[in-house]
């Protein structure tokens, strides 16, 4: 489990494909000092366990899953990435609760200066979008924003320059990809109207009040 709140940006050394997957190896600095064997390690968002530890070098195997459905196989060296530990008993809990599963692949739209914010539209497949609420949350590679708008197969947020300096999100441009991964709790309230057929009244008109369903 992670909060999106990102650590540091490593650096990619290679991205070795072979039978069923790939071996991702990267350099980083706080991260890789910490980390141990078996540790889990989000990188753009994709939750990764640490396979061999080696002077500020960390490796990592790749699933065919992962390579089909997140962007981590399009990585090349030099190429930055945003890196969170997982949560331990002692961790402050910011952002939100995001769990390292990436949902889908997004395409940056369109990126505008608003005054020193940034205004970043992501276009995103319906797997996506039906989860996607006006100031809910998002993790974007990794980072916990906060969704303004929901359009037609796209979203926008809005991007501090604290978050533009610290992570990918402040160099990536138009046409560039951004992992996804809706709210869990988004998700599990989809599970759960999914199985009660609208028959709790007063849960659905509760829901459509606070502006979640309509």
Do not use: Q, W
Request: charged share 20%; aromatic share 4%; with cysteine.
């Amino acid at each position: 489990m992670f909060t999106g709140l990102i650590t540091e940006m490593g650096e990619i050394i290679s991205v070795k494909m072979r039978s069923g997957g790939a071996v991702l190896l990267l350099k980083a600095g706080e991260v890789a000092s910490n980390a141990k064997l078996g540790d889990s390690i989000a990188i753009n968002g994709a939750c990764l366990t640490v396979i061999e530890k080696n002077s500020g070098l960390l490796s990592f195997d790749l699933s065919d899953e992962t390579l089909h459905s997140t962007n981590l196989g399009r990585l090349k060296r030099g190429d930055k990435v945003n890196l969170e530990p997982s949560l331990s008993p002692d961790t402050k809990i910011g952002g939100h609760f995001v769990t390292g599963h990436v949902d889908a692949v997004g395409t940056m739209r369109s990126k505008v200066n608003t005054g020193d914010m940034l205004k970043i539209e992501i276009s995103a497949p319906a797997k996506v979008m039906n989860f996607l609420v006006g100031k809910g949350s998002v993790a974007v590679d990794g980072i916990s924003l906060t969704v303004v708008d929901v359009l037609n197969g796209s979203f926008t947020i809005v991007i501090i320059p604290h978050t533009a300096r610290l992570t990918t999100i402040g160099f990536k441009g138009t046409g560039d990809t951004v992992n996804i991964e809706a709210d869990i709790l988004g998700k599990y309230v989809a599970k759960f109207l999914s199985k009660t057929d609208g028959k709790d009244v007063r849960f659905m008109n509760t829901l459509m009040s606070e502006g979640y369903i309509k």
